[in-house]
């Protein structure tokens, strides 16, 4: 068993289930998790963890509900990939140009594209009763608060609604209400809760899913503020990541965007290939 | 003390320059240029003109880089500054860009005015990238919104940073609303980074004004001079300290 270690884990969109493959293989190599700080999807997969469960039966559960609600999902992965089709036929484009349309016009019209009924039956399944002090292991999820206009971690309450505002990702789903708060996730501010660590006695562990960098001239407006949005993460995430005492950059994640959820099992299955991997080559603490 | 005097003699040309460009500024009206602001009427216009609008902007947002063209940029840019370089500038004067190919920012040094400026002015979604050679360039508030570490790479010795950046209120209509308070929150941060590293910061408050409504730009340039009187005998003293 190592020295208590604060594990840090965040990613964008469906990423963030790279988690689950991440924390197998930290509990099989014996690393001594003293806290965990997740933002984006790594919030619920922690939590599913720190309550002692096997996180793995998230894999499966992502991906029944993804198989179920491809309809509703239309467009997401489509989305995701803004900018890696270079060359894209006339039937791609118009519908490239519906979905773009349709997630400008619910962004006029609402607050997000997607609305919490389709996802909220899912988190009470697993969370429904649970608060932050049945955890066995401590779990901080990282939010932006919109009132007070600033990244929060919240460490205590009801379990359900916190891990809600952790995947509450502006554009895609609306804010979610916790007593005074109005939350979103923070992914959108930089993909890893690095904003409001305090440095104790235990050394941070950062865990990073990079993403490409394509820049490429857009064709879209939908596209520049994509790019434009990408470019201020990455600058505010490499400031803030001066602060890890350990970083594990999963290099094999660059092949997945945010909006693949069809290939959830592999994205699990890869990270904890590349965590074990990086794990026997790191003295730990 | 002759230094001293010097300085506020330097400060007073610059305020009459900036009194001459204020000028320019104001005779713009008379231009052709076309003041037409499609944000306001978003905001504040009837119902069916607002909804009319949100359609519209779909339907840009999935066909067009931007929402406006840079016809009048140009326009405008080029009464102001004529056919004047970078090299003409009677203070070495550079304008920051993004470039979005590269993800980085870019110090236009050289080159025609009204081409460095438009590249530095161009507001994503708002106004189309401006493509220079291999570089795509929009507003270089992306990553440098007060160019602190970009001044420093020139050899600035002493460089006086000036704020402008209000959050916006966190009260929210739309989704679009959410992603843009969520953006000036990012820019906030990279621009709290920035003026760490600066040695001297002048804070003007533009609570009152909102950045989509140009007609208040009198109004906010009296802020600033305003603001900049106030804070002047305190740089004058940082000056003196730091013998520059």
Not at chain 2, 162 to 188: A, F, I, R, T, W
Request: net charge neutral; glycine share 6%; hydrophobic share 40%.
């Amino acid at each position: 068993m190592s020295e208590p270690i604060t594990l840090v884990l965040g990613g964008t969109g469906i990423k963030g289930i790279a988690s689950i493959g991440v924390l197998q293989s930290f509990y099989n190599h014996s690393v001594n998790i003293k806290k965990i700080i997740a933002a984006g999807i790594s919030a619920p997969v922690s939590a599913q963890f720190a309550l002692g469960k096997n996180p793995d039966t998230l894999t499966d559960e992502f991906t029944r509900f993804f198989g179920e609600n491809y309809r509703s999902l239309w467009g997401l992965e489509q989305l995701s990939g803004l900018l890696r089709s270079p060359k894209r036929p006339l039937a791609g484009s118009f519908s490239y140009f519906l979905r773009e349309r349709t997630y400008c016009q619910a962004n006029f019209m609402n607050a997000g594209v997607l609305s919490w009924e389709l996802i909220e039956p899912q988190i009470a399944q697993f969370f429904g009763n649970y608060s932050f002090s049945d955890l066995k292991i401590p779990l901080a999820v990282s939010v932006i608060d919109l009132k007070q206009g600033k990244n929060i971690l919240i460490q205590q309450g009801k379990l359900n609604d916190c891990l809600k505002a952790s995947m509450a990702f502006p554009g895609i789903l609306p804010p979610v209400a916790v007593g005074e708060m109005e939350l979103v996730s923070s992914t959108i501010f930089c993909d890893l809760p690095l904003d409001n660590i305090a440095k104790d006695d235990t050394p941070v562990f950062t865990i990073d899913m990079p993403m490409p960098f394509v820049g490429d001239n857009p064709r879209t407006l939908l596209e520049v503020i994509s790019i434009v949005d990408d470019i201020s993460s990455r600058a505010i995430k490499e400031k803030l990541l001066a602060g890890t005492d350990y970083l594990f950059r999963l290099e094999g994640m660059e092949k997945f965007r945010w909006g693949d959820y069809h290939e959830v099992p592999e994205i699990v299955r890869q990270a904890r290939i590349e965590t074990d991997r990086l794990l026997e080559k790191t003295n730990l603490p | 003390m002759v230094e001293n005097i010097q300085q506020k003699r330097l400060f007073r040309n610059q305020s009459r320059i900036c009194s001459k460009n204020l000028v320019q500024v104001t005779n713009l009206r008379n231009s052709g240029v076309n003041h037409f602001n499609l944000f306001r009427h978003s905001t504040e216009g009837p119902a069916f003109l607002r909804s009319w609008l949100n359609e519209a902007v779909c339907d840009v947002a999935a066909l067009s880089k931007s929402i406006q063209s840079n016809r009048n940029n140009i326009k405008a840019l080029k009464i102001l500054f004529d056919e004047k370089r970078f090299e003409d500038t009677k203070i070495p004067f550079s304008a920051i860009a993004t470039d979005i190919m590269a993800g980085e920012t870019v110090i236009i040094k050289r080159g025609k005015l009204v081409d460095g400026v438009l590249a530095s002015a161009a507001i994503p979604a708002i106004f189309p990238p401006v493509v220079r050679g291999r570089r795509v360039l929009v507003d270089g508030y992306v990553l440098a919104n007060i160019p602190v570490p970009q001044l420093r790479s020139q050899g600035a010795d002493f460089i006086i940073s000036v704020g402008l950046l209000e959050l916006p209120g966190p009260d929210y209509q739309n989704g679009v609303d959410l992603l843009y308070y969520v953006e000036s929150l990012k820019q906030k941060r990279l621009e709290q980074w920035a003026i760490e590293q600066s040695d001297f910061h002048i804070s003007v408050d533009m609570s009152q004004f909102d950045s989509s409504h140009f007609e208040n730009y009198l109004t906010a340039i009296e802020k600033g001079y305003r603001t900049a009187q106030q804070v002047i005998p305190q740089l004058l003293e940082k000056l003196e300290k730091v013998h520059v």
